[in-house]
C-alpha cells in the first residue's frame, strides 16, 4: 500500500508555510478552529486526488496574493513494483530517508524509493500537476502519473456526500474490492421497461464477491442493511451512465439512503477491504454524523488499536470521545508559529496518555490552563468572565483580594506586573505565569483604568466584588465545583503552597506574595531587586504547573 511520506504546502489558503512527515498509521489533527486543519487534507486532495482539472479561486491563495503561486508537494512512498520500473517512472524516482525525513533527487540503496506529485497554480488559476525530478528539469522532461496510476493512488475522503462510493462508478470505492464488473448493458432496458428485480438476480451473481465483503462489514460494523445486500437498478437513475448500478438492502432501499454517520462508518469499512488497491484516506471531522459509541467504532474501524496499521488516515477532529480513544503517537496538535503552520506530536509519555485520558477537551482549545486543585479548576469553569481576572491574579500571582482588584492597567505591562501592596507597602513583581496571561488577554474588553473591571466595564468595588463572588461561590458549591467555604485569601494560598513544595526558602515566599515578615515576632528589611529573583521564582512556579497539567486541565476561554 503507498503512504504519504512528506507533505510541503505554500501558499495554500490558511497556509503561508508548511511541512510534515505523517506516521503510516492514524494521524489525526487537533487544535481550535480555523487552525488549518481542513486546509491540510484539502491539500493532499487537489494534489493526488484523482481528477483531471480543479477549480480554483483567488480566495484559494493564502491572503488573497496570487502573485505567490501556490505549490503542493506530496511524497509516496512504499510504491509497489509497478511504479518502481526504469520504464515506467525512472527519470523521477527519488530516495526518502526516513531518519531525517530528507528526499534526495536519485534513489539510494539504503533508502526507501519515492515519488513527488507536485501541483502548482499560478494566477492565471490553471493547475498544473507533475512529477518532481531534478534530473528531468535539467533535461527538460516534465511528466505526470498515468491516470490509471493516478486512480489506484488517490486517496478516498469521506466527507458529507459520500453516497457515490455506493454506486459503481468511476473512482468509487466497489470498484476497488474486486476484479469483478457486471455487464449491464443488455439488462438495462430490460429492467427499466419491466422491474428492478429483474437485473438484481444477474447482478447478484456477477457481483457476488463485492456483495459479500459488503455485507460482512456491515454486519461487522452494526449497519442495518438485513441479510443481504442486492445490486439492483438506481431507482433514482434517469440515464444509462456511471452510477445506475448501486447498493441496495433486502427490500430493495438503496443504501445511498442511510443516514451521514452510517454512510461514513461503511465506507470506512469497505476502504479497509479495498486497502491493497487504496490505502490513503482523508477524513474531515470525524465525528460529523456519528454518535459516541459510534465515533468509537468507526475508529476501530480505521484499524486505530492495531499493531500494524491497516490505512494510512489523515483526519481532523473536535470530539473529545474521538481524542480520548486515540493514543499520543496518533496525535498532532496543528498550531501557527510566528506565520508558519506547524504540526506537534502529542507525545507517548504515560503521563501524556494519562493526560489525553482523563482530560481530551484541554487538547482541542487554543490554550490550556494548568490548576492546582479541584476548588481552582470549579472557579474557572463557572465564573462569569467579568469576575475570573481578579481571581487569577490573586490564584497565580498570590495578590490580595484589594490589590487584585485595584491593580492599575499600567501595572501590567509587557507580561510582567509590579505594584507596591496595599497592605504591607511591600513591592511585588512577578512576570505573569503563561497561564495567567492567557486569562487575562481573553478577559472582556474595557475602558477602565483598573486592569480588572465589573461587567459594566467599571472599576470594581471590594464590597461589589465581594458581593457578586459570594453570589457565585454559592452556585458553584451547590452544582459540586468547589468546595465549601472557600474565600478569597484563600486562593492566594495556592502559590505559596506550590512554592513551598517545590523548595523555595520563606524569605522567597514572602517576597513572591509582598510580604514584610515571614512570621509577626522577625522583621527583614527588603532586598535591593525583585526583578532578577522573581523572573527565576515564576520560571519554576509556571514549569510546576505544567508538571501538575495531569492533574488538573481546563481548556483556555
Known amino acids: 500500500m503507498s503512504v ?8 495554500f489558503r490558511a497556509l503561508k508555510r508548511f511541512e510534515w512527515l505523517p506516521s503510516a498509521g492514524i494521524n489525526c489533527l487537533i487544535g481550535p478552529g480555523d487552525s488549518g486543519k481542513s486546509s491540510i487534507l484539502d491539500a493532499i486532495d487537489f494534489c493526488i486526488g ?11 491563495f493564502h491572503c488573497l496574493n496570487v502573485g505567490a503561486p501556490i505549490q503542493i508537494s506530496i511524497t509516496l512512498g512504499e510504491l509497489d513494483d509497478q511504479l518502481k520500473t526504469i520504464d515506467a517512472y525512472g527519470l523521477y524516482l527519488r530516495a526518502f530517508d526516513a531518519s531525517t525525513g530528507a528526499i534526495s533527487d536519485e534513489p539510494e540503496a539504503e533508502q526507501e524509493t519515492v515519488l513527488t506529485v507536485q501541483l502548482a497554480v499560478q494566477g492565471d488559476l490553471e493547475p498544473q500537476w507533475t512529477l518532481v525530478s531534478e534530473r528531468a528539469t535539467a533535461q527538460s522532461q516534465t511528466r505526470n502519473l498515468n491516470w490509471n496510476d493516478r486512480v489506484r493512488l488517490a486517496p478516498t475522503r469521506l466527507g458529507a456526500f459520500d453516497d457515490h462510493n455506493l454506486s459503481w462508478r468511476r473512482g468509487s470505492i466497489l470498484n476497488r474490492l474486486s476484479e469483478e464488473r457486471a ?6 432496458v430490460k429492467a427499466a421497461r419491466d422491474v428492478r428485480e429483474g437485473f438484481g438476480e444477474q447482478a447478484k451473481e456477477q457481483l457476488a464477491e463485492a456483495l459479500q465483503t459488503v455485507l460482512e462489514t456491515a454486519v461487522s460494523l452494526g449497519i442495518p442493511v438485513g441479510a443481504e445486500v442486492k445490486a439492483m437498478l438506481d431507482a433514482h437513475s434517469v440515464s444509462f451512465s456511471g452510477g445506475t448500478i448501486s447498493l441496495h438492502d433486502e427490500r430493495g432501499v438503496p443504501l445511498k439512503a442511510l443516514g451521514l454517520g452510517s454512510t461514513r462508518l461503511l465506507i470506512a469499512g469497505l476502504q479497509r477491504c479495498a486497502a491493497n488497491e487504496s490505502s490513503i484516506v482523508l477524513i474531515d471531522e470525524l465525528e460529523h454524523g456519528l454518535e459516541p459509541h459510534r465515533i468509537i467504532r468507526l475508529i476501530d474501524a480505521l484499524g486505530a488499536k492495531e499493531q500494524k496499521p491497516p490505512l494510512q488516515v489523515l483526519m481532523t477532529t473536535h470530539s473529545s470521545v474521538a481524542v480520548r480513544e486515540l493514543s499520543g503517537s496518533q496525535l498532532y496538535v496543528v498550531r501557527c508559529v510566528d506565520g508558519e503552520h506547524k504540526v506537534r506530536h502529542v507525545g507517548t509519555a504515560d503521563e501524556v496518555q494519562g493526560t489525553i485520558r482523563l482530560f481530551p477537551e484541554a487538547l482541542l482549545a487554543p490554550s490550556v490552563l494548568v490548576c492546582e486543585g479541584a476548588s481552582e479548576v470549579g472557579l474557572v469553569r463557572g465564573l462569569p468572565a467579568h469576575l475570573l481576572p481578579p481571581i487569577a491574579l490573586m490564584m497565580f500571582t498570590g495578590l490580595g483580594p484589594k490589590d487584585a482588584l485595584t491593580l492599575r492597567r499600567d501595572a501590567y505591562r509587557d ?6 501592596r496595599s497592605k504591607t507597602g511591600e513591592p511585588v513583581f512577578w512576570p505573569c505565569p503563561k497561564h495567567l496571561k492567557v486569562i487575562l488577554e481573553k478577559a472582556p474588553k474595557h475602558d477602565a483604568i483598573t486592569l480588572c473591571a465589573n461587567s459594566d466595564g467599571r472599576p470594581w468595588t ?3 466584588y465581594r458581593a457578586s463572588w459570594r453570589k457565585a ?12 467555604a472557600l474565600t478569597l485569601y484563600g486562593l492566594r494560598h495556592t502559590v505559596a503552597v506550590i512554592l513551598r513544595e517545590i523548595g523555595y526558602d520563606e524569605r522567597t515566599i514572602a517576597d513572591a506574595l509582598g510580604q514584610k515578615t515571614i512570621e509577626m515576632a522577625r522583621h527583614y528589611a527588603k532586598g535591593a531587586d525583585l526583578a532578577p529573583k522573581m523572573r527565576g521564582v515564576v520560571k519554576s512556579f509556571d514549569a510546576e504547573l505544567n508538571k501538575r497539567s495531569t492533574k488538573i486541565v481546563k481548556p483556555g476561554r
Do not use: F, H, Y
Not at 504519504?4 to 504546502?9: A, L
Not at 455487464?183 to 438495462?188: E, I, R
Not at 461561590?473 to 465549601?484: D, M, N, S
Open 462 to 464: 471590594i464590597s461589589g
Open 50 to 60: 484523482a481528477r483531471r482539472n480543479l477549480q480554483i479561486a483567488d480566495t484559494d
Open 415 to 420: 507580561g510582567k506586573i509590579a505594584l507596591k
Open 183 to 188: 455487464d449491464a448493458s443488455a439488462a438495462l
Open 473 to 484: 461561590r454559592i452556585t458553584l458549591e451547590k452544582a459540586g465545583r468547589v468546595g465549601p
Open 4 to 11: 504519504i511520506r512528506r507533505i510541503e504546502v505554500d501558499n
